[in-house]
């Protein structure tokens, strides 16, 4: 029986409609195109894929030849690795590799092994609409390249050994989503990037840990307006430059992690380029810099604690606010807490607890109100460049003191 008060309005023939759609939709398809079956013998000397559809190995895949143990020629093709390994011979290139010019295949559910040619991915999938899921790769040099719009999620790569020359984890173009991805003790003696994605990309849980390599070395990296989100860096070694995580102009970090990354010269822990938001992260015993950003950036609510050169670095027109910066810059060249080495910055109500420096400013026309200082080993607030506006600084001995000027800077 139809309940006419709470279905007033609707025309008899909705429901029933609805409910044949409901009946059909829960009949399983028949005759539709079955899985097609890769298996070891299938390979002359590697297995291409021609036609649109799914396709399922049916046992683990060793390499036999120089050439991609699986080809793609076409779109709109799913592999289903079914639990079962691509394992690499000393010259073959790819695992799976999708031509140029063609778009949307789907790699889940198995792992490759081995793949170590230079300049060749383990997962080489340059079409738009890419997706990688459940995937772990281990000891390859090039893990996954990917184009536009692509989705990598659930995804391991590791390494096995130390190789020659650079490499990367994941590489994916424009408008990629990558997510749950962790890259670990993957060691090349050049160049090394770990997860990278291009302009107006969301990363989020992403983790690269205990890489190393040379220069420049990047743990984490996306293209301008972009999103960074929970996701960490944590003790990487590189050459002369090291960045944990790194985002262009526009683009938000934040509930994020740099700790324990290291350089033979400098290493930031959290990078953003030109305007956007640094939020509810953390840099941690960064060999040189904890986060630097701007111009243009706003900074709030991190935490910046003992790293070697400076806390915070503003770069000019930014905002830092309720930021906490503690035991900062103490290595070679330290600076501190929190620095603005370009002019226009304003710092609002932060912390700098047992720094070198609580504040400095090394430029001019910055606005400083509202923060405390404590402990710092050199001065509280160090005014290099001018001019400077810094709100009333008290020196406060007395505990239970209460602040009734807003603009005002304490020092205990």
């Not at 399922?56 to 120089?66: K, R, V």
């Not at 383990?122 to 184009?147: F, K, Y």
Request: aromatic residues 4%; hydrophobic residues 40%.
């Amino acid at each position: 029986m139809v309940n006419r008060r709470h279905n007033a309005g609707i025309p008899g023939f909705i429901l029933p409609a609805c409910m044949a759609w409901v009946v059909w939709m829960a009949v399983p398809v028949l005759g539709g195109p079955a899985q097609v079956q890769i298996s070891q013998s299938s390979l002359n000397p590697g297995f291409t894929i021609n036609a649109p559809g799914s396709y399922i190995l049916t046992e683990n895949l060793y390499a036999t030849s120089g050439v991609a143990v699986i080809t793609v020629m076409t779109n709109d093709v799913l592999i289903d690795l079914n639990g079962h390994t691509i394992s690499a011979a000393t010259n073959v290139a790819h695992g799976i590799r999708q031509i140029d010019g063609v778009a949307r295949i789907t790699v889940k559910n198995g792992s490759l092994i081995g793949f170590r040619v230079v300049s060749n991915a383990a997962l080489h999938l340059p079409g738009n609409g890419s997706m990688v899921q459940s995937v772990r790769l281990l000891g390859c040099r090039e893990s996954v390249r990917a184009g536009m719009d692509s989705l990598i999620h659930d995804t391991t790569i590791m390494g096995i050994g130390v190789l020659g020359g650079g490499g990367f984890g994941v590489r994916a173009g424009d408008h990629g989503r990558i997510v749950r991805v962790e890259v670990k003790s993957v060691q090349v003696s050049g160049a090394f990037t770990g997860v990278e994605a291009g302009e107006r990309s969301v990363l989020r849980q992403v983790s690269v840990l205990n890489c190393s390599g040379g220069s420049p070395f990047t743990a984490i990296r996306a293209g301008q307006n972009s999103v960074i989100t929970e996701s960490r860096a944590g003790g990487n070694a590189g050459g002369t430059f090291v960045t944990g995580i790194t985002a262009g102009s526009n683009s938000v970090i934040r509930a994020s992690a740099a700790d324990r990354n290291s350089g033979t010269f400098l290493a930031v822990g959290i990078s953003l380029v030109g305007p956007g938001v640094v939020a509810d992260s953390r840099a941690l015993h960064q060999a040189g810099g904890g986060i630097s950003a701007g111009p243009g950036a706003v900074v709030v609510d991190n935490l910046a604690h003992s790293n070697a050169l400076v806390g915070i670095t503003l770069d000019g027109s930014s905002i830092a606010f309720r930021n906490v910066m503690s035991m900062n810059g103490f290595g070679a060249g330290g600076i501190g807490g929190i620095a603005a080495v370009q002019p226009g910055n304003v710092m609002d109500n932060n912390v700098a607890i047992g720094n070198a420096r609580g504040i400095q400013l090394t430029s001019g026309n910055n606005l400083v109100i509202g923060n405390r200082t404590s402990a710092n080993s050199v001065t509280n607030i160090a005014i290099i460049g001018a001019p400077n506006h810094v709100g009333l600084r008290r020196n406060v001995t007395t505990s239970g003191f209460v602040e009734r000027n807003g603009m005002g800077n304490i020092n205990y």
